[in-house]
């Protein structure tokens, strides 16, 4: 078992952790096979429907779980997703999460409470 997806499980609708085991990835909580919805497509979509209305890392999720459950390559199942999301009126993020201004910011801002503590600690002496 390796895995760090979580997903709200069609079956028992907990968010739970999805874990891969052998040729499967089932629900921690239920045992729900995620792979079953390949040969569903209702259940498939109304799956991913939810779990994309649930914000940007379930849709990272449904990303991963779309291409291994229908075994497609990433760009497929991609696209099919990102359609699948236009269709039902869902706005995914775009661009990318990490542009150079806010490397510099997050990098300034470790600088900043690194120097915070070091005072601190040296303030204590």
Sequence with gaps: MHTSIYSRCPSCH???LVQH?????????CNFDYVTLANNDAAMKAWMLENLRLGPMNVVFVLHLHQVILQLPAQ?????????ATQNGIRLPTGSPF???????????????????????????
Excluded: H, T
């Excluded at 085991?21 to 909580?29: F, G, W």
């Excluded at 497929?76 to 699948?84: D, K, P």
């Design 76 to 84: 497929e199942s991609n696209a099919r997703v990102l359609a699948f």
């Design 14 to 16: 907990q968010d739970g």
């Design 99 to 125: 542009s150079p201004l806010k490397i510099v910011a997050v990098v300034i801002g470790v600088f900043v409470v690194l120097f915070a503590v070091a005072l601190f600690f040296a303030a204590r002496r």
């Design 21 to 29: 085991m052998q040729a499967s990835y089932r629900c921690a909580v």
